[in-house]
């Protein structure tokens, strides 16, 4: 798929072999889709239009392969690799082996991947400028015409009840509403294991979601291994070498979401939310002041030092080169200004640079210092954050409806691109369908002009760590956050929840049946229930 | 352990040899036992005295063994499978082979169980008259003292940095406050697979609940496979095949209880929540009427027809033989009027009968019959119900907190026992630390007299299956669950939220040690972290 593979442009033909004789009971037969029309499609494409003409796909001879006329194919390992993965998802039982040719039913021998885009990005990061959409110039022995992505056909075969799969003449147009479909994760309240984060970089790609934010550190622990300043880690990690991720686990972690069209975006949040970098590295946090003397205890970075600059600039060098991606998240969340207050030098700070008593013009003076230092070090890079207004994109996610409709407003008036996360704290849990509040949500729906609307360039689903590791995380975040990852692919008419339940229903328990513990929406059953406990 | 082990009297006593010299860095140490002085201890015993004295336990040569004096040992198999399971949970890793017997440190080198009972409950089940307390009647190379289970003695062992374990001098004297202590689990709504059952019932022990209340069908399904109606997992599961539990799958689920100390109380809740019934019992089911003709849908068990007890009578047979226990939940739970109400033939009946139009009379007819009918069939077993007032014992799940105490007041004012559900619906979520207002729940906190009081035989934690299934059913209980297994296990003045908060910690992380997935109370992190996904 587009969304998976990002290549400018993909066709996917599908050769259909007629059948020619009839042995059977089982014919071919009306699709069993459940109560959608659209059957188990999740996110719903931009255009589908699905006939009730079905054709079975042999077990022992069906395959995806490059077309002919492909510009991209066998040397392309990315693409191999999405046919091996969605060829295990359609028939996840070992395939069976044999040479019987003989055709009892129309049936789907070959989908061949037809890549049109001379550029292709096989070897290459997913960018914020990848084409996902999807375009179909003309068919040949297509019977699936239109632009589909491996995610999208794998959602259109069915199971009867015999284990056959069959799939319906369908045509689909497809892409994005927003190009920023986003999951935060948050390994630093609680540990997340490199097998939590693939398995849910896995659940991403089915849902479409194309941007992993990696909250990776935090007050509480410092997992995140620097070559540049080890002791970060070293002092800051819940544990030095259980619970950090090496260079190669962040290495191995971004090669499996590049694999799956997914970009790594990190984030390291300054100046508050620091606590755990304190610890490996001296004088970078504010010693905070009881009376006339240090208490001990230390607030946020230190913005009257050099050396703080100094450490930021080689730190986030690192970073740059670490993580490829263009974007940086530069936090700038909820800076307490009381240990700034109590601390004299500061306060001398504040009042040679003429701030009064206004600490969030120290603030300001932080993150521009910071901002400059950072730009320095790494040249192209861009910034995320949600307070940095400068050609930043603005992440909106604090507020209740009225003010975080307000602000989307607000930093759109002002010309900046906004995200939006208020709705889709996903760490929130609440008793029953909590999924239905969060499909309702519009990052869009804010008082604003078309020129503002079109700066929205998406959104992000959010799971804070207080309350998930390894233990819960899985089953708490799909297909909760399926219902984030629609919104955000569909057309914005894409809004009926009975509709979306009944697909919903179906896609969770293809996850499951993925090994993804999704957990039940309601009462029922999946025909394929989860194996693990 | 007592509540484990089912033993009338059981004394634990630990051999202990002195250590002769020293050659390192590391001595008999302070216990790091976080800031609790009971250390990880859940639930919290009746009287625990833990000294500072600490002994290392060698992987070498530490051993769970039959005391001299016990009167039940090698012949045992359900205290040899307890040796076992506490060996592993207390050196989780291959046990270190060698015959170094040159000990470093004051050392624990045996755990001597000493069973003091005559009538041992080897290979009975447990039941309601158990004794869980201990006594312990004296000492014998005895350092730890006092009756201890072997659950609570590994609760005792703790780990240092370098994964030495090491157990202090600690006296206990132990019994249960409540006998019920019950767990509900609900696979009707949602199949359970074995696995998810026995994984809860390992769980359950090392919480020392004591009943496991199977929720076994109810209206969307009936997993149940009776042999002798066949037809009604046929055709009421489902799946026939892979959504059923077969006769073996039920005895294998009881022995593993009975070997934990945990009696298996099976629930076949009549005459509402039925549905599942009637697909493959015909006639069972009342028929509903629209205006003078059937809908075609069906309502509550019928209560007029004579077959409907003679299949309850034979039905009821079976289950009494399958589940050994001597009480047999009956359910009786929200039972809805209206399709009665509809039939014509129903009308008539409560004509005949004098009810008038108050249904309810109806109903208790029914349940007076139905409970004739299966006591005739099965001779001694006792019932539980909410609505049934006989020599039962009534279970009390309704209502807010003013609501279930007056009902509390009256139904021991009535002179009956009790059981209280009503707090503890576990799967009802919110979001941060809601395992405290379960903690904070008593059921003895109602209006009544002390002779009232002492009819309340315990509680049971419920997690009904509307929005849990293999995916996240044990998360979502433990260690939520934990909360409701001190409240009925310890004294009542056990209620210090802050002490217990520092002890679940711990204790959480010991059962993700041992395998299962609960999930964190807070941020944080544990030794061992969960290792599935």
Known sequence: MIATLKFTALLLAVVVCRATQDYGYKDVEEPTLGDSQYGSLWPLPQKVQMSTVAFKLSGVSFQIVDAK?????????????????????????????????????????????????????????????????????????????????????????????????????????????????????????????????????????????????????????????????????????????????????????????????????????????????????????????????????????????????????????????????????????EVDFSCWKSNPDIQKFMAQQGFGTDYSKLESFYIQRCVASVRHGLKVKQMISNSLKADTLIHVWKGNQQQYQAEMARVTASGYQALLSTPWYLNRISYGQDWQAAYKADPQDFNGTDAQK????????????????????????????????????????????????????QHRCRMVQRGIPAEPLFTGYCAHEYKGV
Chains 1, 2 share one sequence.
């Not at 040949?140 to 239109?146: I, Y």
């Not at 147009?173 to 849910?200: E, M, W, Y």
């Not at 975040?477 to 697909?503: M, Q």
């Open 454 to 505: 079109k700066l929205v360039v998406g959104g992000e689903a959010c799971l804070w760590g207080e309350y998930v590791d390894a233990t819960n995380l899985t089953p708490r975040l799909w297909p909760r956050a399926s219902a984030v990852g629609e919104r955000l692919w569909s057309d914005k008419d894409v809004k009926d929840t009975n509709d979306a339940y009944s697909r919903l229903i």
């Open 69 to 333: 006329e492909s510009s991209s194919g066998a040397s392309c390992s990315l693409l191999q690799n999405a046919y091996r993965r969605y060829d295990e998802y359609i028939f996840p039982i070992s395939r069976m082996q044999g040479q019987n040719k003989k055709k009892a039913f129309a049936s789907v021998s070959e989908l061949q991947v037809w890549i049109t885009s001379a550029d292709s990005e096989c070897d290459n990061y997913p960018s914020v400028t990848s084409d996902e959409s999807c375009e179909c110039p003309g068919m040949m022995f297509v019977f699936l015409v239109g632009a589909l992505s491996l995610e999208t056909f794998s959602q259109l075969v069915y199971e009867d009840e015999y284990g056959a799969k069959s799939i319906n003449r369908t045509e689909i147009q497809d892409f994005p509403r927003f190009t920023h479909r986003g999951l935060l994760l948050d390994s630093s309240r609680h540990f997340l294991p490199i097998k939590v984060i693939l398995a849910n970089l896995e659940a991403m790609a089915w849902n479409k979601f194309n941007v992993f934010h990696w909250h990776i550190v935090d007050d509480p622990s410092f997992p995140y291994m620097s070559r540049t300043f080890p002791q970060l880690s070293q002092q800051g990690a819940y544990h030095p070498y259980t619970h950090v991720y090496t260079p190669s686990d962040v290495k191995m972690i971004i090669e499996f979401a590049r694999l799956r069209g997914i970009r790594v975006v990190s984030e390291f949040d300054t100046p508050g939310h620091t606590q755990s970098w304190g610890k490996g590295q001296k004088d970078l946090l504010t010693p905070c002041y009881s009376g006339a003397s240090p208490s001990g205890s230390f607030g946020p970075v230190n913005p009257i030092l050099n050396t703080t600059y100094d450490f930021m600039a080689m730190f986030f060098k690192e970073v740059s080169t670490v993580f490829p991606d263009a974007y940086i998240h530069l936090g700038g969340d």
